[in-house]
């Protein structure tokens, strides 16, 4: 393995404990896809128990730092500069249907800069990870973005409201972390999407960077409604003006 930062190792180790939970319901979510009440329930409880597992562990040796979380907001401790950025299962309704594409995504943001991001898929057992001036990584190997330069070469991922670009070549994954993680490893070519939240594309957001990439000027200080542009570099001019109107 590549030399980590303890941080990182924290965040590793957390998601391989928190991945279990996990990996366990998504086999008894699929059970309850027959059944009348469906699991939504079961799922929402799901994501709240893995959200507090990941609080947990990543507060074991950083017990003043705060977080930012989907399922409970801001937590505030001691040190107000330094934020864990966490989503426990981004894809939910992936999930929720029994459908194997989702990931749990942690940012770390100290001041007003993303310095480390890990997203951990763990149905395939796939992690990427980056950390500020490191470059970034899968499965131990560094990754870069694509080399394309030509939008019509390339394959976007968006949501539902970016299908009006048809004349990109489009994809509805349903999960913007794997999203970003793709473009940072070159699977994908570009990611956009207007009223995100923080928590989905903070650790995509230096994967793709560190990668090669780039990455508009999100604001540092906003949790929702970010509009998000992020592809390989030789594309970025392109996809903005492509864009300019979404």
């Known amino acids: 393995m590549n030399s980590i930062s303890p941080d990182l190792n924290m965040m590793i180790k957390a ?5 279990k939970v996990i990996i366990r319901d998504f086999g008894e979510v699929e059970n309850l896809q027959v059944s009348k009440k469906g699991p939504k329930d079961f799922v929402t409880k799901t994501d709240k128990h893995v959200e507090e597992i990941l609080v947990q562990e990543l507060s074991k040796n950083k017990k003043n730092y705060s977080f930012i979380t989907e399922e409970t907001g801001i937590i505030n401790n001691s040190d107000k500069d330094s934020f864990w950025i966490i989503d426990p299962i981004d894809g939910t309704t992936n999930f929720l249907h029994g459908i194997p594409h989702f990931a749990i995504s ?10 480390s991001g890990l997203i951990f898929d763990p149905i395939k057992n796939e992690i990427f990870y980056a950390e500020k001036n490191s470059g970034s990584f899968f499965n131990n190997q560094r990754i870069r973005v694509s080399k394309k330069n030509d939008l019509e070469d390339c394959l976007f991922a968006t949501n539902h409201l970016g299908a009006k670009y048809s004349e990109l070549n489009l994809r509805y994954t349903g999960c913007a972390a794997l999203d970003l993680a793709y473009v940072g490893s070159g699977r994908l070519d570009g990611f956009f999407q207007n009223d995100i939240n923080i928590w989905d594309i903070a650790a995509g957001t230096i994967i793709v960077e560190e990668a090669g990439g780039q990455v508009n000027d999100i604001s540092k200080f906003k949790i929702n409604n970010i509009n998000i ?15 300019n109107n979404f």
């Not at 942690?106 to 310095?115: E, G, P, V, W, Y």
């Not at 390989?232 to 864009?243: D, M, Q, V």
Request: net charge positive.
């Open 106 to 115: 942690i940012a770390l943001k100290i001041k007003n800069n993303i310095i």
């Open 229 to 243: 542009r992020a592809s390989s570099t030789n594309i970025h001019s392109k996809l903005l003006e492509k864009l």
């Open 15 to 19: 998601c391989e404990k928190a991945s």
